[in-house]
C-alpha cells in the first residue's frame, strides 16, 4: 500500500511550512477558524494540522479532495475505522491520523 497523495490546494496547513511525506499540504487551514481555541489539531500522516471544528473522517477526506479514491483505508490513533463509519467518526485534538491507499502495479 502506497501513501496517499491529495491535490495540492488551500486545504489545510502544515505548521512546519514543509511537506511531510506521505502527504504534504498547502498554507491554509480546512476551513476559516477564528481563533486557535476553536482550531482542532491533528497530525496527518505525520504533518501537523489544524481544522475546523467539527470535523469527521469524511469531512477530512474531502477536503483533501480524496473522495472516490478506491482502496483507501484510514487508521485514527493506530485503530483502523472502517469505511462505513468515516461519516460518524469525529476527530479530536492531537488525534493521529493515517491515510493509505492501495495502488496496482509492480
Known sequence: ????KPEQDNACEGKSGTPHPPLSFSSKNFTEVDSVDQALRLTVNGSP????????????IELLKLTGAKGMAVAVNGRVIPAAHWGSHFL???DQVLIVHAVQGG
Open 49 to 60: 494540522t489544524t481544522c475546523g471544528r467539527p470535523c469527521s473522517i469524511a469531512q477530512l
Open 1 to 4: 500500500m502506497k501513501p496517499s
Open 92 to 94: 479530536n485534538d492531537d
